[in-house]
């Protein structure tokens, strides 16, 4: 796919469109109801607006916002538009600016002569650590900055397009599904684990999916650096101007607090289905500040990666510094490889490449100590919103490098 694809070409509307049809399949035989999507011409105007609206600015800032289309008569909503407008690239624009693209939705239903907005839908919250999330099951699309956008129907993740190049998340054609990029962060398998590793690592997950979408808004670049427990990381930094004295266990304590505190609640639930009632219930449950430090921490070590250098933790959140600077100097007698997975190529070309191919400064910086340290990872950010994992695999000597992996964390 070297040449530039717009989103209303035939190979996205057709694939979108086999997507549709496996989705509304798989219900018949599941038996959820799912809402028509878009026609033809309607999916075409969508795309065609959404992709419009992306490439412009209101007062100097880019827009991002999400639409919902809905099909159908059209439904009551809580924020109904008195005075319906067009689908055009001024009025979503302007409106966008004013909502949360994760929490809000723009509501569009067929009109007269084309495509309206009619209405706004707020979800709240989308990205607790606990809880479930309100979702539509409507045909939606997401633009998240100049020429990127992220379809989605029927609760799962159909299409991300990138400025020219795309790749499906659905059917025959999908490369990556929705939730790969847990597996991509973390670089973990699953299979055979205990089932409190397991729990341990799923929760690990969660938590690097937190801060990983925090350092990604940030918009600034950065890197997060995961050790193997006691590794002697130190001799090997030549720069550690903001290490602290010791390892910071601030996030790892709200961890475990976090778990206490869930398991608490849990038994505290079971006494009240069975009669046993207590003063501790209504305390325990009235106070989520322990639940909301988690989420705080996880935050506040996020941030840490907008100072130069990396930061560095251990896989329980343990902080062991952050603007640390590795020898990031390749060996010429052995040079580091690597092997880029990234969804918008086709697969055909995995030979192993030169270190150069991963990216700039900070991502082969990131690559070569990840090589230094078996079992590290490394994820990095650019300041231009792409996201990159990586990992050192001994048994093949080179560098596993996955490539924009930021529009899968936006579901």
Same mark, same amino acid.
């Given at each position: 796919?070297?040449?530039?694809?717009?989103?209303?070409?035939?190979?996205?509307?057709?694939?979108?469109?086999?997507?549709?049809?496996?989705?509304?399949?798989?219900?018949?035989?599941?038996?959820?109801?799912?809402?028509?999507?878009?026609?033809?011409?309607?999916?075409?105007?969508?795309?065609? +607006?959404?992709? &419009?609206?992306?490439?412009?600015?209101?007062?100097?800032?880019?827009?991002?916002?999400?639409?919902?289309?809905?099909?159908? !008569?059209?439904?009551?909503?809580?924020?109904?538009?008195?005075?319906?407008? %067009?689908?055009?690239?001024? !009025?979503?624009?302007?409106?966008? $600016?004013?909502?949360?693209?994760?929490?809000?939705?723009?509501?569009?239903?067929?009109?007269?002569?084309?495509?309206?907005? $009619? +209405?706004?839908?707020?979800?709240?919250?989308?990205?607790?650590?606990? =809880?479930?999330?309100?979702?539509?099951?409507?045909?939606?699309?997401?633009?998240?900055? %100049?020429? $990127?956008?992220?379809?989605?129907?029927? =609760?799962?993740?159909?299409?991300?397009?990138?400025?020219?190049?795309?790749?499906? /998340?659905?059917?025959? @054609?999908?490369?990556?599904?929705?939730?790969?990029?847990?597996?991509?962060?973390?670089?973990?398998?699953?299979?055979?684990?205990?089932?409190?590793?397991?729990?341990?690592?799923?929760?690990?997950?969660?938590?690097?999916?937190?801060?990983?979408?925090?350092?990604?808004?940030?918009? /600034?670049?950065?890197?997060?650096?995961?050790?193997?427990?006691?590794?002697?990381?130190? #001799?090997?930094?030549?720069?550690?101007?903001?290490? %602290?004295?010791?390892?910071?266990?601030?996030?790892?304590?709200? #961890?475990?607090?976090?778990?206490?505190?869930?398991?608490?609640? #849990?038994?505290?639930?079971?006494?009240?289905?069975?009669?046993? +009632?207590?003063?501790?219930?209504?305390?325990?449950?009235?106070? !989520?500040? $322990?639940?909301?430090?988690?989420?705080?921490?996880?935050?506040?070590?996020?941030?840490?990666?907008? &100072?130069?250098?990396?930061?560095?933790?251990?896989? *329980?959140?343990?902080?062991?510094?952050?603007?640390?600077?590795?020898?990031?100097? !390749?060996?010429? *007698? @052995?040079?580091?490889?690597?092997?880029?997975?990234?969804?918008?190529?086709?697969?055909?070309?995995?030979?192993?490449?030169?270190?150069?191919?991963?990216?700039?400064?900070?991502?082969?910086?990131?690559?070569?100590?990840?090589?230094?340290?078996?079992?590290?990872?490394?994820?990095?950010?650019?300041? *231009?919103?792409?996201?990159? @994992?990586?990992?050192?695999?001994?048994?093949?000597?080179?560098?596993?490098?996955?490539?924009?992996?930021?529009?899968?964390?936006?579901?």
């Amino acid at each position: 796919m070297s040449s530039f694809i717009y989103p209303t070409d035939p190979q996205i509307r057709d694939g979108l469109r086999e997507c549709f049809d496996l989705i509304q399949h798989m219900a018949e035989i599941e038996a959820p109801q799912y809402p028509a999507p878009p026609n033809e011409k309607q999916l075409m105007e969508l795309l065609e +607006s959404c992709y &419009a609206t992306s490439l412009e600015t209101e007062e100097g800032r880019t827009i991002a916002f999400t639409v919902d289309f809905f099909g159908e !008569d059209e439904p009551l909503f809580d924020y109904q538009l008195k005075q319906t407008l %067009p689908l055009s690239a001024r !009025d979503l624009s302007r409106l966008a $600016v004013a909502l949360d693209p994760w929490r809000s939705r723009i509501c569009v239903i067929p009109g007269g002569t084309g495509l309206q907005i $009619v +209405s706004i839908i707020h979800l709240g919250e989308q990205f607790a650590f606990h =809880g479930t999330r309100l979702t539509l099951r409507q045909l939606s699309i997401r633009v998240l900055a %100049p020429g $990127v956008l992220v379809v989605r129907y029927g =609760g799962v993740l159909l299409l991300t397009y990138q400025r020219g190049r795309f790749a499906f /998340h659905c059917g025959p @054609s999908a490369r990556w599904g929705q939730f790969a990029v847990r597996t991509a962060l973390a670089f973990h398998s699953h299979t055979g684990q205990p089932l409190d590793q397991l729990q341990a690592d799923l929760r690990f997950g969660a938590a690097l999916i937190r801060i990983v979408r925090t350092i990604h808004y940030q918009r /600034h670049g950065g890197t997060l650096l995961i050790l193997p427990h006691d590794t002697d990381w130190e #001799n090997s930094a030549f720069s550690k101007r903001y290490a %602290p004295a010791g390892p910071v266990s601030v996030v790892k304590d709200a #961890n475990v607090k976090d778990m206490e505190y869930a398991i608490k609640r #849990n038994e505290l639930f079971q006494q009240v289905i069975q009669g046993q +009632s207590s003063p501790e219930v209504a305390s325990v449950w009235a106070d !989520d500040i $322990v639940r909301a430090r988690f989420v705080s921490e996880l935050e506040w070590l996020a941030r840490l990666t907008l &100072a130069d250098g990396m930061t560095v933790i251990e896989r *329980d959140l343990t902080l062991l510094g952050f603007g640390i600077f590795f020898d990031a100097q !390749d060996k010429p *007698d @052995s040079p580091t490889h690597v092997v880029l997975i990234d969804p918008y190529d086709d697969g055909s070309d995995s030979e192993p490449k030169t270190l150069a191919s991963i990216g700039g400064a900070r991502h082969q910086s990131a690559a070569v100590t990840c090589r230094r340290f078996p079992g590290a990872v490394a994820v990095v950010a650019s300041q *231009d919103g792409s996201l990159s @994992s990586m990992k050192w695999d001994g048994t093949k000597n080179v560098i596993i490098a996955f490539h924009h992996l930021e529009p899968l964390l936006e579901f």
